[in-house]
């Protein structure tokens, strides 16, 4: 299927570590996105990494991509408490016309 | 820039009794999507809409889902009847017509609903 495998399910760390979360796939895709839920609440969008690249940052996010090895990771520097949510990735379709989101990685930091 | 209005926020209604869900999508913005998101799960694709059009509604179950985009703007989804399975967080999200190749999505806060 086209939907993104996240590892861990669960992670939990205290304020001020790194977080990492990864996305393996088996399918081809067009780009891959990232989104940040809080609890009871909308998604939103964090980052965005087309096929034809490796890495990427916004802020204390970086993201990389390996379309050989169909994994991606999501890493979040000197976490915040307010960083405590639920992340997913997405994977849009090759041909561009549908973005299929897996179960997520649900992120606690301890202040 | 107001983003994605969806209500009502929380729904609790009988099996087999209808409900319905509205959003107002971003300002400009062609296309909306209709997700559902189970607990402790990822957003499920329910129907897309681009402008009037739904041109992916493949996962929407039609016995009992209905959903409509007049003039292209505002959307509904309707439940006729309710199962104690629907009980979830149905999500609205939008997009830009430049951006639907790249599918950044903006989403809504959700509309949950609890069937008893």
């Known amino acids: 299927s086209q939907q993104g495998e996240e590892d861990p399910q669960a992670l939990s760390i205290q304020e001020g570590e790194n977080a990492t979360m990864n996305c393996s796939y088996k399918?081809?895709?067009?780009?891959l996105q990232w989104y940040r839920q809080n609890s009871g609440r909308g998604l939103v969008h964090l980052i965005l990494?087309?096929?034809?690249?490796r890495e990427k940052h916004s802020g204390r996010l970086r993201v990389t991509l390996d379309t050989s090895k169909k994994s991606s990771s999501l890493l979040i520097t000197a976490s915040r408490a307010a960083d405590t949510a639920s992340y997913f990735c997405?994977?849009?379709?090759?041909?561009?016309?549908?973005?299929?989101f897996g179960a997520g990685t649900i992120l606690r930091v301890k202040s | 820039e107001a983003g994605v209005v969806q209500s009502p926020r929380y729904k609790i209604i009988e099996k087999k009794q209808p409900v319905a869900f509205w959003c107002n999508p971003i300002?400009?913005?062609?296309?909306l999507y209709w997700y559902l998101q189970n607990l402790g799960q990822g957003p499920e694709l329910l129907i897309r809409?681009?402008?009037?059009?739904?041109?992916?509604d493949s996962q929407l179950p039609k016995d009992r889902f209905s959903a409509e985009r007049l003039k292209g703007v505002d959307s509904t989804l309707k439940i006729q009847p309710a199962e104690l399975g629907d009980s979830a967080v149905y999500l609205c999200?939008?997009?830009?017509?430049?951006?639907?190749?790249?599918?950044?999505?903006?989403f809504g806060e959700g509309s949950r609903l609890t069937v008893l």
């Open positions: 999200a939008s997009s830009s017509e430049g951006r639907v190749d790249t599918g950044e999505l903006f």
């Open positions: 399918t081809s895709i067009n780009n």
């Open positions: 990494i087309r096929s034809n690249e």
């Open positions: 997405a994977l849009m379709g090759e041909y561009g016309n549908k973005l299929v």
């Open positions: 300002s400009g913005h062609n296309t």
């Open positions: 809409y681009e402008n009037e059009e739904a041109v992916d």
